[in-house]
């Protein structure tokens, strides 16, 4: 998957594609989240703090597969 980078002291870069919403975090874990809507993928890509909003719309309510280090 794609992944554009983004300015973060969290997150690396992020992708979205089919529901999948793909992380690489700054320590060098790669996550994928399943049936993401679409809007919350955009709204990651557009906050002020990538991590935050991380933490408050993502984390803990998506299924999660570990795909990389």
Known sequence: MNRTPVRSSNIASAGYENGTLEIAFVDGGVYQYFNVP??????????????????????????????GW
Request: glycine share 6%; proline share 0%.
């Open 38 to 67: 679409e809007y919350v993928y955009q709204g990651l890509m557009s906050a002020a703090s990538k991590g935050r909003y991380f933490h408050d719309h993502i984390k803990d309510r998506y299924q999660t597969r570990k795909v």
